[in-house]
């Protein structure tokens, strides 16, 4: 059967950065990203460590500013021993906005911010990833 409507797959999530070498070390070195390609102290792409999902670090440009609390990002990082990875994280000295623990949905999600403030949900949802939550449906 011909293919009648382009199928959408996501490819990366573009993270914009103040400083470069200090958003690398933290997504390669703090959370195991793996360089992919990169041009040099502009841009740079990483690997996920389980997979093949990628990010992008990209710098800001020269007098562009940037509030990433207030512009409505969060990343979303699925880890199976995630207690286990956040206690390394921590002794890395990586600091947790909140330990892993049990959301109403049935996930366990730990919280942190990356460098220049964007934040980060450390999760694992197991099975329930693709399933619906206990939460009632209001949309």
């Known amino acids: 059967m011909p293919q009648t409507h382009a199928r959408l797959e996501f490819n990366h999530a573009m993270i914009y950065t103040t400083k470069l070498t200090r958003s690398l070390k933290f997504y390669r070195d703090a959370l195991g990203f793996e360089v992919v390609a990169g041009y040099p102290g502009a841009y740079v792409r990483l690997k996920s ?13 020269p007098g562009q500013e940037m509030q990433p609390s207030a512009e409505g990002l969060r990343l979303y990082f699925e880890v199976r021993h995630l207690d286990g990875f956040c206690r390394a994280l921590e002794a890395k000295g990586v ?16 919280y942190l911010r990356d460098p220049d403030g964007h934040e980060i949900s450390l999760y694992w ?15």
């Open 49 to 61: 460590p389980a997979g093949n999902t990628t990010i992008a670090l990209h710098a800001v440009e």
């Open 125 to 139: 949802a197991g099975k329930a990833r693709f399933t619906k939550s206990a939460v009632p449906d209001k949309l």
């Open 95 to 110: 600091k947790l906005d909140q330990a892993p623990q049990e959301m109403p949905w049935g996930w366990r999600h730990a």
